[in-house]
């Protein structure tokens, strides 16, 4: 076997596993001695609240990759705490290394920061290698006849399904070479506290940090992998796999996932597979238009539409984002996410709906409140979503393609049972009115010992006026009503 390197060093970021990881594959390969570092990144750190399940989910499952790593040869992490522009080529030239694997992490902002540290470790005579290893396909890897990249899914979602084969979804056998990881000091994984940071619920919600987090989570998914397709539009239920997270951080390999998908004949795991392309479909968009993740409309036009601002504006935003828009599908599910971190699907593109076509508020400020408070947050998926949603982005929804929060939670919440989970204040409203109970007779309300404007809202809006409205600021898109 050809090792170019007498040694090397595997740069930990959004890959938190040591399995199928291609990084650390290629450097276990390529050279001698594997050392492994992870960068507590006060770049991303700083900013954030001191409260944040993302920041306690990494912290863990680092410490849980660090003994992995320990367990499978002596290895272990070294673990920094600082800028990783700054630490990661520092402790390439301490360690005297002379090359650092990474996973590709297509983020405009994770392109800068390998950019300065691909430039300093240059400087030092170290190369920087990267590899495809969050998504099945990524980049230019699936384009259109003409050479160009795909802005529509479902041609995309036909050519990746093409493309898929049993070598993209391959394991890299790390284990082969795990006797060429060295030895790291004993465990440093800082504590939380010692980042700054406190613990949250993220255990009281029972999500599992680390492999032994997605592991459970897998299995519990392959026994209902065949019902998805039926069962994932129910916020209720439990219908999808609560991957999301996993899937951020790297716990899981995609290629583990897709092939457990793809080795299953049910619609419930075509259908599943299909959403693992939809993930693929917009990190590609992000990696092929980074404007949209620098804010921009995927379709420019879009960018001319006035949106609301003022005092009412920033009143309704909040009432949004705390859950009091008197819409009991809309504030469940904004419950759900500030309490847990976690929204339903079905429900984000209710709410984002809601937020851009019933209060005729930016996507950009929903974007952002999803971006802070999503245990999955993804910015590829999240800008996806959010542009789908406001009818901005490549294949988005029609622009008249409004939402109507009531008749939604009629059909994807007939019992109301998910209302009455985050509204337990509603839970006695007959069924036929939980989703609209300013329609609710007042025998009803009493019965239920619900005072409306009291006990919860009333609508902050009406929906078949704001209707009207979204279709006349949105029609400057044509090139009217400016
Ligand atoms: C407004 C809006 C914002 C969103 N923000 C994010 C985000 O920040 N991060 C994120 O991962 N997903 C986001 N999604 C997509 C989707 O809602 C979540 O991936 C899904 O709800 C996560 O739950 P799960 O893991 O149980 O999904 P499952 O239904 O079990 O799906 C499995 C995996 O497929 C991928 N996936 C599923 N649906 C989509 C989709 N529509 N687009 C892209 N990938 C998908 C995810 O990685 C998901 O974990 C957003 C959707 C909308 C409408």
Redo the contacts with the bound molecule.
């Keep these: 076997m050809d090792t170019p390197y007498a040694s090397a060093l595997v740069w930990f970021r959004r890959d938190l596993r040591c399995t199928d990881h291609a990084a650390l594959y290629q450097a276990l390969k390529a050279a001698r001695t594997v050392h492994c570092a992870f960068v507590f990144d006060t770049a991303l750190l700083d900013p954030l609240p001191r409260q944040d399940r993302r920041v306690e989910f990494i912290r863990d499952s680092v410490a849980a990759l660090d003994g992995t790593l320990r367990a499978l040869g002596g290895g272990g992490l070294h673990a920094l705490h600082g800028v990783a522009a700054d630490e990661l080529p520092a402790l390439a030239r301490r360690l005297g290394v002379q090359a650092v694997f990474a996973n590709h992490d297509d983020e405009p902002s994770a392109l800068a920061r390998d950019a300065a540290v691909r430039d300093r470790l240059a400087g030092a005579g170290i190369a920087l290698h990267t590899f495809k290893d969050h998504v099945v396909f990524e980049r230019e890897e699936i384009q259109t006849q003409a050479g160009k990249p795909y802005s529509v899914f479902t041609p995309y979602s036909r050519a990746w399904h093409g493309k898929l084969d049993d070598f993209y979804l391959k394991a890299y056998p790390v284990e082969r070479y795990a006797q060429r990881l060295a030895s790291a000091p004993a465990p440093v994984v800082p504590e939380l506290e010692t980042l700054g940071f406190e613990r949250t619920n993220l255990r009281a919600l029972g999500i599992r940090p680390g492999t032994e987090g997605a592991e459970a989570l897998v299995n519990d998914f392959a026994g209902r992998i065949d019902r998805y397709d039926a069962l994932?539009d129910a916020p209720a239920v439990k219908g999808?796999?609560?991957?999301?997270v996993h899937?951020?951080f790297g716990t899981v390999s995609i290629r583990r996932l897709a092939a457990m998908a793809r080795r299953n004949a049910s619609s419930g795991a075509a259908t599943?597979l299909k959403?693992?392309a939809?993930?693929d479909f917009?990190a590609q968009v992000l990696a092929n238009f980074p404007q949209v993740g620098e804010g921009r409309s995927f379709r420019p036009e879009y960018d001319r539409i006035a949106w609301e601002t003022g005092p009412l504006a920033e009143v309704r935003f909040t009432a949004w984002s705390e859950g009091r828009t008197g819409y009991p599908l809309v504030d469940a599910a904004m419950a759900q996410l500030n309490q847990t971190g976690y929204m339903?699907?079905r429900l984000?593109?209710v709410t984002?709906s809601f937020l851009c076509k019933d209060l005729g508020i930016d996507w950009r400020h929903g974007e952002r409140y999803?971006a802070d408070r999503?245990n999955?947050?993804?910015l590829a998926?999240?800008n996806?979503?959010?542009q789908?949603?406001s009818s901005s982005g490549c294949d988005a929804q029609p622009y008249f393609r409004i939402f109507n929060p009531v008749s939604q939670g009629g059909r994807f919440d007939p019992e109301g049972k998910f209302v009455a989970r985050y509204l337990p204040q509603l839970a006695r409203l007959p069924k036929a009115v939980i989703h609209a109970p300013w329609t609710a007779k007042p025998v009803d309300l009493a019965a239920a010992g619900l005072e409306l404007g009291r006990d919860y809202p009333l609508p902050i809006v009406d929906h078949a006026q704001a209707r009207e409205e979204t279709l006349r600021r949105y029609a400057v898109v044509k090139g009217r009503g400016a």
């Excluded at 999808?240 to 999301?244: M, Q, V």
């Design positions: 994932r999808p796999s609560y991957l999301g899937l951020r599943w959403e693992l939809w993930r917009y339903h699907n984000r593109m984002a999803f999503l999955d947050y993804e998926s999240n996806g979503g959010w789908w949603a």
